[in-house]
């Protein structure tokens, strides 16, 4: 068992950060400076985090790094924290979202309030993470709205206020449902336990006895406040908007983190917490994941712009999340968990590129780019990386977890798995499409005169390619941490649904 | 042995990296010296495990690299099976692959991406050995994969053409089509026998019930057809032809459309259980066989008719697959990869020599003009249109005694086929190499230039291999044959009543016939036509309207759909709905819209502050 402190760190580090960036904000580019240094030390607090956890816990399964301090018994808030392989994948991911978006989506504009809103979202976002209390995750759910909201209404495009605020009220309402939920929970905890005080612990959340229906019904407001966010279909419409008008780092952080903060909810929480609920509801879950990645992918095809390209891709990809997350099986959990890494780092990839393209042109739209390979070809190899990954490519990252996701739901909902098995299908066409009308074609105009990648722009893919192609041929070492902790979480939730 | 199998995988993958790595400070020779090297040392490392497996006395030696995926009971090695069906592939995989490496020198000297061209030849031949020497269905899915994006890179490499660059999509997007089957045979299995190897798969067949195991047949068959391009997924080959001619030789003739026929004769064993999962394949491959045959006869593009022939032949493997002939399918398909080869690279000359030009109707008379090139496409003609003594004659023999033995009226399109097949290709020799010479106004009036030493040599050697390549199969030879080598990787077929010599004898003489019967009607009609429009049915030239239908039945209506999902349900319905709720809560407080216009920051925290007070107040009320 490891020290607490190392979680602690993870969540103050950032927000330090933002404060010292506050500090130096009179000195040009020093709130930069202090707010990359910060990342960088984050992911490396990350990284010695997945080490130590490696070196004892993982074959147990178990959670590490434990802690739980009540702040205020009165109200039931406590300050818990844990970690397991699946809250340790989505702590290095935030970690490297946060380095990475710095690095590649620099704005100038007001930079030091940008880079702090950015650092502040990252400490919040670790807080919901490795969050063990359901209050305290749900206060860190609700509060990384704050970050997002004037990251994009501050720095985004010309509808910046109405995508932030979209995007603001439909999550923030969604959530209400979970709130209620909790707090339902936790009362009717205490009520069955009165000896014990009123407590949001996820482990006596996880005990509290239910009627079947109420179970549902909690069940469905958990969906509705995750399914915002991951997004499920049909509550993503609020995506391609936001994606599309916040700036390249907003854009990332949404998609390639806080949309994880919805399907992490969704597995942790929705399905952990009502074990029995998730039986019934699953095919209903299910079926609006294969719509999700039949949908996305139909849409994806005619977006007109890059970004609103992307979210409908995501849409398709986080179905397939949603998908593994609701099979029941071991394996496709595994995936799932996997996936929400490998598309995190890909999505980086993505907007990454689309931001310098803008930065050059001045636009995203697909139709005014063409032939971009000829005077670009070392942008179009990322690219196309990242799309290879996307579409599941064996040999890259992508392919791993959809495999994982596809063959484990096969084993327990064939049918769901055969029918998304389209959107294999669907990947490339839509993938391809776009890649042929902006990298293929002969390139005119302005489009002729478009610069390759710089040095420094090529660096930050670096850590974005070797990440995809070494998860692609050695997933070993992840998956190893991985599969226990989600091999004792499917064991549990089979356990309690069947008991129940 | 153990020690070296891995590295004919790993030697053109070291070519790769080499050439990524230090790309620029490499000139272009440099580049193709080191991508056709490892190539070459390839093959020499193939040819001793070949000879080391001789030696071997159970001729099945699994090499394990390191563990890939491994998930609860899903265990995925990176492991290699070397046993003689994958070594048979290996070695003719490396060696025809080295020769198009070298071909490649000289025909694409000078091209702007040249290196790029043997970075995809490289790692085309990287994956197309890890498919065949993949020890799992997984691994092999890989092979699979990568072959399918080497093809798009490398058909697709004119990419400031429209044309290629949707040449390159079509041919990944139908395969990705064909894809679909093999993960879903994956999941069959794996549900059904927990395994994913396939020595593990052959030993636990017992567990397959039979219409599982007809499922099973029917998947790999869709994802068979889509890589070998076969009915209803044969019409991305085609337009493959967009690819440089060296590309056409090696992946869209001789090797990667094989795949799809590889992967059924490794699932032999799985084949087995189903009887009308065979029968399905070998219609299949017969229909194939011969649509893609009348196609043929009605092309102007040389690439084209050599790309529907290819088409064809495939069918034939295939139909041999479904008759359990899978030796002869393997028969063929190595003969056909030696003059497929032979044919294209030959046709890679002709164009060269006519600085690019690919009409027939602009050639003839060329034989006086390419010395080397026209004996050399002579051989392959002959052998692909079935005359004794050269190995298609053999192979295709062998093909269609076996459909004999089993299913008459097959036999009789295949033997229809086998007449089409000579027409064709005799028409194709025809109007390139004999008749007027009418090409001047390409050439501008130069005479045409035979092609490079490194160009003429493969051809040479393929010619020799077409020639030769019968005896690897001789009918008599039944002690040391190619099928009596690779006969221990066959699933069980029951065998059929052994064909005495004078049937044997009779129907070789039925395909010399067939064979005769087309070469004669091709020299009477085009020894005097470029064109005709009796000969040249507008139908066949329009690949049976395949395409039209396609886009009638599926793009139209999808495209369609993607229009009315974007415009009214995302937007009017979905978005509609919520727009409509946050609009009507809108217009129901004028504060809240005055938040929205002026006091965003302080509605945000106000916002969370409200969290925060409804946890207080809740709390508090229970308390």
Same mark, same amino acid.
């Not at chain 1, 949309?259 to 029995?276: D, H, I």
């Not at chain 1, 099986?329 to 931001?355: C, W």
């Not at chain 2, 003689?84 to 490496?101: C, E, Q, R, Y």
């Not at chain 2, 697959?321 to 690279?345: C, D, Q, R, T, W």
């Given at each position: ?138 206060? /860190? ?59 949001? &612990? ?27 966010? #991951? ?71 005619? *977006? ?11 849409? *398709? ?49 697909? #139709? ?45 909902? +064939? ?12 990947? &490339? ?72 | ?38 190539? &070459? ?171 599982? +195991? ?189 459909? /004999? ?109 067939? *064979? ?108």
């Amino acid at each position: 068992m490891h020290s607490s402190l190392w979680l602690g760190a993870l969540i103050v580090l950032p927000l330090v950060g933002a404060m010292v960036a506050m500090i130096v904000r009179r000195r040009p580019g020093a709130s930069y400076v202090v707010a990359v240094g910060f990342a960088t030390l984050e992911v490396v607090v990350s990284l010695v985090v997945a080490l130590l956890y490696s070196s004892h816990v993982t074959n147990a399964g178990t959670f590490d790094f434990v802690s739980r301090r009540v702040v205020s018994a009165p109200l039931g808030l406590a300050y818990d924290v844990a970690l397991d392989g699946v809250s340790l994948l989505m702590v290095v991911l935030t970690a490297l979202v946060l380095w990475l978006s710095l690095l590649g989506g620099r704005d100038r504009r007001r930079e030091p309030a940008f880079v702090s809103w950015l650092l502040i979202l990252t400490g919040l976002t670790m807080g919901a993470f490795v969050s063990h209390d359901v209050l305290e995750f749900f206060v /860190f759910f609700e509060l990384t709205l704050v970050p997002c909201y004037f990251i994009i209404s501050g720095w985004g495009g010309r509808e910046r206020s109405r995508a932030a605020l979209k995007f603001f009220l439909y999550t923030f309402s969604a959530s209400a449902f979970l709130l209620i939920g909790i707090l339902y929970m936790g009362f009717a905890y205490q009520h069955q336990h009165p000896t014990s005080g009123l407590t949001f &612990a996820y482990g006596a959340l996880s005990s509290t006895a239910m009627s079947h229906p109420v179970a549902v019904w909690l069940f469905v407001g958990f969906a509705l406040a995750f399914g915002a966010k #991951a997004p499920i279909w049909p509550l993503h419409t609020w995506s391609p908007l936001t994606y599309a008008e916040a700036p390249t780092a907003g854009s990332i952080e949404l998609s390639a983190l806080l949309a994880k903060l919805g399907s992490y909810g969704l597995l942790r929480f929705a399905v952990g917490l009502l074990p029995a609920a998730q039986v019934s509801v699953r095919p209903y879950v299910l079926t609006l994941a294969v719509i999700g990645i039949l949908y996305g992918s139909i849409l994806a095809c005619v *977006a007109k712009d890059l970004k609103r390209f992307v979210a409908y891709s995501s849409l *398709a990809q986080m179905s397939f999340i949603t998908l593994g997350i609701m099979s029941g099986s071991t394996i496709g959990v595994t995936g799932a968990v996997l996936l929400m890494f490998n598309h995190g780092i890909i999505t980086i990839g993505f907007f990454l590129i689309i931001g310098f393209l803008e930065r050059r042109r001045s636009s995203i739209q697909i #139709a005014d780019f063409t032939g971009l390979q000829g005077p670009a070809p070392v942008m179009s190899a990322l690219f196309t990386i990242a799309m290879l990954a996307s579409i599941g490519l064996p040999g890259l990252s992508g392919f791993v977890s959809e495999y994982l996701i596809l063959i484990g739901t096969f084993t327990t909902h +064939a049918w769901w798995s055969a029918v998304a098995a389209l959107g294999v299908l669907a990947s &490339a066409v839509y993938l391809l499409w776009a890649y042929q009308r902006v990298f293929h074609g002969r390139a005119e105009g302005a489009n002729a005169q478009v610069a390759d990648a710089s040095g420094g722009e090529r660096w930050v893919l670096v850590p974005v390619v070797v990440l995809i192609v070494v998860l692609g041929v050695f997933p070993k070492p992840v998956l190893d941490r991985i599969t226990p902790s989600v091999h004792n979480f499917v064991t549990q939730v089979a356990t309690a649904g069947a008991f129940k | 042995m153990s020690h070296l199998a891995p590295l004919i995988l790993v030697l053109p993958l070291l070519g790769f990296l080499l050439v990524v790595l230090n790309g620029k400070s490499l000139s272009d020779r440099g580049v193709g010296l080191i991508a056709t090297g490892v190539v &070459a040392l390839s093959f020499v490392v193939t040819v001793i495990t070949f000879v080391l497996l001789l030696h071997d006395r159970t001729r099945e030696v699994t090499i394990n690299l390191f563990t890939w995926i491994s998930v609860d009971t899903l265990h995925v090695p990176a492991a290699i099976l070397v046993d003689p069906l994958s070594i048979t592939m290996s070695l003719f995989v490396t060696g025809i692959s080295a020769l198009i490496h070298l071909y490649s020198t000289a025909y694409m000297e000078g091209e702007k991406d040249f290196r790029k061209f043997f970075l995809y030849l490289n790692l085309f031949v990287f994956s197309m050995l890890t498919l065949v020497l993949a020890n799992n269905l997984v691994l092999t899915f890989v092979g699979w994969e990568g072959v399918g994006v080497c093809s798009y890179w490398l058909v697709s490499f004119y990419f400031d053409r429209e044309s290629a660059a949707s040449a390159g999509k079509k041919a990944f997007v139908y395969n990705r089509v064909g894809d679909i089957g093999l993960l879903l045979a994956m999941f069959l299995l794996f549900v059904h026998t927990h395994t994913l190897t396939y020595l593990g798969i052959f030993s636990s067949t017992s567990l397959l019930s039979p219409a599982i +195991a007809t499922l099973v047949v029917l998947a790999l068959l869709l994802a068979a057809t889509g890589k070998s391009a076969q009915i209803p997924l044969f019409n991305w080959l085609p337009d493959a032809m967009e690819g440089p001619t060296p590309v056409s030789a090696l992946i869209h003739a001789a090797t990667m459309v094989t795949a799809g026929v590889y992967l059924l004769v490794r699932m032999s064993p799985v084949l087995a259980l189903s009887s009308s999962g065979r029968m399905t394949i070998a219609v299949i491959g017969g229909v194939t066989a011969f649509v893609a045959a009348t196609i043929a006869t009605a092309q102007k593009d040389i690439k084209k008719v050599l790309a529907f022939s290819t088409v064809s032949q495939i069918g034939y493997m295939v139909l041999a697959v479904g008759v359990g002939a899978y030796g002869a399918a393997i028969f063929l398909m190595v003969s056909h990869a030696f003059f497929k080869a032979l044919l294209f690279l030959g046709s890679g000359s002709v164009i060269h020599s006519l600085g690019g030009e690919q009409d027939m109707r602009k050639m003839g008379g060329l034989a006086r003009w390419l010395p080397l090139t026209f004996p050399t496409f002579l051989v392959g003609w002959l052998s692909i249109s079935g005359v004794p003594p050269f190995s298609g004659f053999w192979a295709k023999g062998d093909v269609l005694s076996n459909v /004999f033995a089993h299913n008459k009226p097959l036999w009789a399109l295949g033997v229809v086929t086998a007449i089409l097949t000579a027409y064709y290709m005799s028409r194709l020799f025809m109007l390139t190499f004999r008749g007027s010479e009418r090409f001047r106004e390409v050439t501008h009036q130069h005479d045409p230039h035979e092609s490079p030493l490194a160009m003429t040599a493969p051809l040479v050697i393929l010619a020799t291999l077409s020639l030769l390549g019968g005896l690897l199969d001789l009918p008599w030879a039944h002690g040391f044959s190619l099928t009596r080598f690779l006969s221990p990787t066959f699933g069980f077929v029951a065998p059929s009543a052994a064909q005495s010599t004078t049937l044997q004898t009779g129907l070789a003489l039925v395909d010399v016939v067939a *064979a005769l019967i087309g070469l004669f009607a091709a020299f009477t009609i085009w020894r005097t036509n470029v064109e005709s429009s009796t000969f040249e049915r507008p139908f066949f030239e329009h690949v049976w309207r395949w395409d039209d239908a396609y886009d009638a039945v599926l793009a139209r209506p999808l495209e369609h759909l993607a229009q009315v999902s974007n415009d009214v349900v995302e937007n009017r319905i979905i978005d509609g709905a919520v727009e409509g709720l946050g609009g009507s809560v809108q217009r129901s407080g004028e504060g809240i819209r005055k938040l929205q216009a002026g006091l965003v920051r302080q509605y945000a925290l106000a916002m969370v502050l409200g969290v925060t007070v409804i946890v207080v107040y809740l709390v508090g009320r229970v308390r």
